[in-house]
């Protein structure tokens, strides 16, 4: 499968697209993780006005399969940003092609340390790719609830 799996770069015809994808993914993989409050909030941020802002912004780049949207990442400065994977298509490495994909582009742009705010969900992931917790912080939202996340760093030297 992940030879069938194109990675190219965001274009504003994918914008429709990319918010479902977002959306569902969110929809699964932080159902029970976080409270409602929160998934709200992820759920609003990543609109599709946002989407295409922070695209305009960084890096953007798009996983396909079949010429189906299932995956995303964004590098902004030395900050890397909505990573996030279609459910059915996750633990399969798309993740990681995306990453390194970020990473070199970083690396191109003589970026040495990437940054990066990691979910709950998320943690295992970015520390099986070198990412290390510099802290563990939080955002309220709602009815005084947290999203909780880390804030996390790699060195790319």
């Known amino acids: 499968m992940k030879q069938n799996i194109r990675i190219r770069e965001f274009t504003e015809e994918d914008v429709a697209g990319l918010y ?4 569902n993914t969110i929809d699964i993989s932080y159902r029970g993780v976080y409270p409602p409050e929160a998934v709200k909030l ?5 609109s599709e006005k946002q989407i295409l802002s922070d695209a305009a912004d960084g890096y953007t780049i798009i996983a396909e399969y079949n010429g189906e949207i299932i995956g995303t990442g964004t590098l902004a400065g030395d900050h890397i940003s909505r990573v996030y994977i279609e459910p059915r298509y996750q633990n399969v490495g798309i993740g990681k092609m995306i990453v390194r994909e970020l990473e070199n582009k970083a690396l191109a742009e003589n970026i040495t340390v990437i940054n990066l705010d990691g979910s709950l969900a998320s943690r295992e992931f970015w520390e099986s790719l070198g990412y290390n917790v510099r802290k563990e912080d939080y955002i309220p939202v709602e009815n005084e609830k947290r999203l909780y996340l880390y804030r996390m760093s790699k060195s790319l030297q």
């Open 42 to 46: 992820f759920k609003d941020y990543h």
């Open 20 to 23: 479902r994808v977002l959306q």
